[in-house]
């Protein structure tokens, strides 16, 4: 997808990889990165996994060739949708990211299967292929990370670890000899594993290396008036609220984030395994999802609800959180290319003190005072 005359960018890419390998947290990333760096960020949802959820598995047909076809026209119908609605966005940088496509299918049909689809479908391997602009294959945890592998988030996944590896071979096969194609593997921990990812993606894109390494300060309260009137800064609305969990095993919270009445959802979960160590997995939710998880909302946390302003400038990114409780102090998050980089306040801010490694501002503990602050009201007044 080239670029269009109004000097609209627009880029198709695919995460695709084996059963198990993080493609549902990597949106979640892909979402909060590239949004970040101005990109309108569109997702066409996983076809196949669709169609099993909604009753049409293929071990319910009698001709596999006959429904990878149709499988695929739906997978090209909802790609063309969203392309079309990119090109009429007001953004002038469109990502679209698809959740496999339409090489994925490959993987699960014969040669002369394949070769009648694309008959059928009047392509080649080549133009099928090659529609997209870059391909990137996360590696299945039943190759190097055995022990995380599991069925249980997904209900269309059916493979044992075994079958997942020998899956994860063809789908790299299928989509070998594409000009982009890049395999991330796990030769480290999965938090780098995403990481991996997003600097590949930047990479192609031509962005900078994105920011990883996150200072916070507790700042005074800023002017809303200026910071709305920066050209280079947007307000982004966030409501957190925790589930109820075993605190010792996990935390689980939900996320509604985004600006005048548009939203996107996600679900977080962080395991601890070690006194240092955490796992945390992150979907996205439908809006629907979101509203039923809120029945499980921990009494014990208040919902976190904030206003970020994001801002970027002099090389740097700020995101600036702003609580209704507090008249006259805020949170400022700064991202740094390293540890020991130099830091720039923006004009205008004034900073109290650090608070990175200060428990007491880390949104759950506010969650937690401000729930205890609300019970000892009720109970005095």
Same mark, same amino acid.
């Given at each position: 997808?080239?670029?269009?005359?109004?000097?609209?960018?627009?880029?198709?890419?695919?995460?695709?990889?084996?059963?198990?390998?993080?493609?549902?947290?990597? &949106?979640?990333?892909?979402?909060?990165?590239?949004?970040? /760096?101005?990109?309108?960020?569109?997702?066409?949802?996983?076809?196949?996994?669709?169609?099993?959820?909604?009753?049409?598995?293929?071990?319910?047909?009698?001709?596999?060739?006959?429904?990878?076809?149709?499988?695929?026209?739906?997978?090209?119908?909802?790609?063309?949708?969203?392309?079309?609605?990119?090109?009429?966005?007001?953004?002038?940088?469109?990502?679209?990211?698809?959740?496999? %496509?339409? +090489?994925?299918?490959?993987?699960? &049909?014969?040669?002369?299967?394949?070769?009648?689809?694309?008959?059928?479908?009047?392509?080649?391997?080549?133009?099928? !292929?090659?529609?997209?602009?870059?391909?990137?294959?996360?590696?299945?945890?039943?190759?190097?990370?055995?022990?995380?592998?599991?069925?249980?988030?997904?209900?269309?996944?059916?493979?044992?670890?075994?079958?997942?590896?020998?899956?994860?071979?063809?789908? $790299?096969?299928?989509?070998?000899?594409?000009?982009?194609?890049?395999?991330?593997?796990?030769?480290?921990?999965?938090?780098?594993?995403?990481? !991996?990812?997003?600097?590949?993606?930047?990479?192609?894109?031509?962005?900078?290396?994105?920011? *990883? $390494?996150?200072? @916070?300060?507790?700042?005074?309260?800023?002017?809303?008036?200026?910071?709305?009137?920066?050209?280079?800064?947007?307000?982004?609305?966030?409501?957190?609220?925790?589930?109820?969990?075993?605190?010792?095993? *996990?935390?689980?919270?939900?996320?509604?984030?985004?600006? /005048?009445?548009?939203?996107?959802?996600?679900?977080?979960?962080?395991? @601890?395994?070690? %006194?240092?160590?955490?796992?945390?997995?992150?979907?996205?939710?439908?809006?629907?999802?979101?509203?039923?998880?809120?029945?499980?909302?921990?009494?014990?946390?208040? =919902?976190?609800? @904030?206003?970020?302003?994001?801002?970027?400038?002099?090389?740097?990114?700020?995101?600036?959180?702003?609580?209704?409780?507090?008249?006259?102090?805020?949170? +400022?998050?700064?991202?740094?290319?390293?540890?020991?980089? *130099?830091?720039?306040?923006?004009?205008?801010?004034?900073? $109290? !003190?650090?608070?990175?490694?200060? =428990?007491?501002?880390?949104?759950?503990?506010?969650?937690?005072?401000?729930?205890?602050?609300?019970?000892?009201?009720?109970?005095?007044?």
């Amino acid at each position: 997808m080239k670029e269009q005359p109004n000097k609209k960018m627009m880029k198709k890419i695919v995460i695709t990889g084996g059963p198990c390998a993080g493609k549902t947290t990597a &949106m979640s990333w892909i979402q909060n990165a590239f949004t970040k /760096q101005g990109y309108a960020v569109l997702f066409v949802d996983e076809t196949a996994t669709q169609l099993i959820s909604g009753g049409a598995a293929p071990w319910l047909n009698t001709s596999n060739r006959d429904y990878q076809w149709h499988l695929i026209q739906l997978q090209t119908a909802k790609e063309k949708a969203l392309a079309d609605i990119a090109r009429t966005m007001k953004s002038e940088k469109v990502l679209i990211v698809c959740d496999r %496509a339409a +090489m994925d299918n490959c993987a699960y &049909m014969t040669g002369q299967e394949f070769a009648w689809v694309l008959r059928q479908l009047g392509t080649s391997q080549v133009e099928l !292929r090659d529609q997209y602009d870059a391909v990137f294959h996360l590696v299945t945890a039943a190759k190097g990370a055995e022990k995380y592998y599991t069925l249980a988030n997904n209900q269309a996944r059916t493979e044992t670890v075994e079958e997942a590896a020998t899956l994860d071979d063809k789908l $790299i096969a299928a989509w070998t000899g594409h000009p982009h194609l890049r395999v991330i593997d796990n030769s480290t921990g999965f938090e780098e594993k995403m990481m !991996r990812l997003i600097r590949e993606i930047t990479a192609f894109l031509g962005e900078p290396i994105p920011l *990883e $390494i996150e200072r @916070k300060f507790l700042i005074e309260r800023p002017s809303l008036r200026l910071l709305k009137a920066l050209p280079n800064c947007e307000r982004v609305d966030i409501i957190q609220t925790y589930l109820k969990s075993d605190e010792n095993a *996990e935390e689980l919270r939900i996320r509604q984030r985004g600006a /005048q009445g548009h939203y996107i959802y996600f679900k977080t979960r962080k395991k @601890k395994l070690s %006194a240092m160590k955490r796992v945390e997995e992150e979907e996205r939710l439908s809006q629907e999802e979101y509203l039923a998880l809120l029945v499980q909302a921990d009494p014990a946390f208040r =919902p976190i609800r @904030k206003e970020r302003y994001c801002l970027s400038e002099k090389g740097f990114y700020y995101e600036i959180d702003i609580y209704p409780d507090w008249p006259d102090r805020a949170i +400022m998050e700064i991202e740094l290319h390293s540890e020991d980089q *130099e830091i720039v306040f923006p004009e205008g801010i004034r900073v $109290i !003190r650090e608070v990175t490694d200060d =428990p007491a501002y880390t949104n759950r503990e506010l969650a937690r005072i401000q729930a205890a602050h609300d019970r000892w009201e009720s109970v005095t007044s």
